[in-house]
Each structure stands twice: as C-alpha cells, then as structure tokens.
C-alpha cells in the first residue's frame, strides 16, 4: 500500500509546487482600507425603501384606483380602433392614407391617456421623489458611518468607478498648490501682441494645415523678454 501511495504523494507535490491555483486558494482577497457599493442596490434594498413601497399603495390607494379607471376606459376605446387599424392593414390594396389617419388618431388617444394616467399619478410620483431624497440625503452619512466602523478610507461606486467617499487624507490639493507656486511664482497679466487662445490657435493651424497655406506669424504666443516673469506654457493654462 505505501509503495502505491508513494508516487500519488510524490505527483501531488509536484502539482502543488507548479501550480500557483493549488498553491494559493482562489478565494478573492480585499483590500484593506478599500470598499465597494452599488448605491442603487443599496436603496432599494434599504429598510425606508421597501416600507415606503408597502406603504405608498395603501396611502395613495384613491389615485392607483382613479388611474386605473381611467385605464380600463382609455383600453376599452383604444381596442375598436385598433382592431380596425389591423384588419384595414391586412386587406388587399389597403388605403395608405386612411391607414395613417387611424395610426395618428390611436396615437393621439394613447398619448393624451398617458399624459392623464401621469397627471393622476402625480401624487404617487411627488412620493417616490421624496422618499428618494430622504434615503439620499442619509446615505453620505451611513457610508461615512460605515467607513469608519470597518476602518475604510476609500470607498468606490461599483457601476461607474466613482469615489463615493474617501479619506481627508487623500486629499492633496494643498501639497500640489505648494508644488504650482514653486513652478509659477507668477503669471504674466498682460498678453504678447496678436496672443490667441489655445483653441482658436489649434483651429487655426487645422484650417491652415486643411488649405495647405502657411502659418500665420500672429498664432503662437511669441516669447516673453527676458526681464519680465516668463508666463506657462500653453500646455499648463
């Protein structure tokens, strides 16, 4: 038996050497300090969510019931017209003209029905905004609550990569300020004679390059002299 087992053992080590899978598990490892969220998973699924969505029918259960009133009426005058409109259509040489003036009056009847199904809906929706933006007003602070109860200073939106929330720490903007005014102490005010701005130089030169003409002289920032302060690069503005 141990002679058998011998060489099994002797493979399995060789594989496990070789292969960095059975080396080192799959199971995917986090990143300390960073986290993820799908806000809009995270809404939905939020308590206030699905209580206003418990509750709104029963609060708004006049405007559910007028609105789908108001539906079945729109369907009842709706399917005459329409099974008319079908059946024209199928005919041999249907009239195209006819045709038209039926699909714009089912047309009409149709988008004057949803502009008033809306309209009696209005409550329901001016609800579902409000409880919208009482959850979205709160999240900043239940993500900041989170980050700090799991020691998380990075925290990205999962669908677009956007930094929902992160650390002061990450915040440099002072430290390349300080960087700036080392590389310009000082920006010319005043600018050379026939200056243009970047975008209408670049234009410039497309439609110069386009007709095969010559650049204008007049389009490039000359240099500055050197005893006044030279002013940045185009590329820096």
Known sequence: MKSILKPVLATGLILAAAS???AFPAAAQAIKGIGVIDPNVVISSSAAFKAAETQRPQTYKQY?????????QIDAQLEPLVKKFDADRAAPNPNREDLSKQ???INQIDQQG????QQILAPVALSQEYVDEQINE???KAIENVAKKKQITLILNRATG???YRDAAYNINQDVITELDAVLPVAQVVPPPNWLPRELR???????????AQPAQGNAAPAAPASTPAGPPAESR
């Not at 559910?64 to 108001?70: F, I, L, P, S």
């Open 64 to 72: 559910y019931d007028q609105a789908k009133a108001r539906k079945d």
């Open 138 to 140: 709160a999240l900043p």
């Open 103 to 105: 699909a714009a009056a």
């Open 202 to 212: 670049e234009q410039l030169a497309r439609e110069q390059a386009a007709s095969g």
């Open 20 to 22: 960095p899978m059975v």
């Open 114 to 117: 949803q502009r008033e199904l």
């Open 162 to 164: 956007a930094i929902v």
